[in-house]
């Protein structure tokens, strides 16, 4: 499984915006279960099929992904990268991870 993310700017549309292959998925979540430690990884693998997050959620989940990132590994982290990228912009309003 992996997640379709869909993203709203300030005083905008929801838009297309990000997809977390099935492979980041299953680094993050299935490889250990320490992510059951981090509140908002964790609230994104609790709601199976869709989590949103607004901008305090937002920084707090980038904020987690980052402590996170050295567990992911080396074929997996560009990717890993770009989506904590296009997370940190400073005008999103809302992040919605959906499963597929």
């Known amino acids: 499984m992996g997640y379709d993310v869909v993203i709203r700017y300030d005083g905008g549309d929801w838009i297309w915006g990000i997809i977390m292959s099935e ?7 299935d490889t250990h279960n320490l992510w059951k430690s981090y509140p908002h ?3 994104l693998e ?3 099929g869709g989590a949103g997050f607004g901008c305090e959620g937002i920084q707090n989940l980038v904020s987690e992904m980052e402590q996170y990132q050295m567990r992911i590994p080396d074929k997996l982290i560009d990717e890993y990268v770009d989506l904590l990228v296009k997370l940190k912009q400073p005008q999103l309003a809302e992040v919605k991870f959906l499963g597929d």
């Open 23 to 29: 492979a980041l998925h299953c680094a993050i979540f």
């Open 41 to 43: 990884l964790r609230q």
């Open 46 to 48: 609790d709601c199976y």
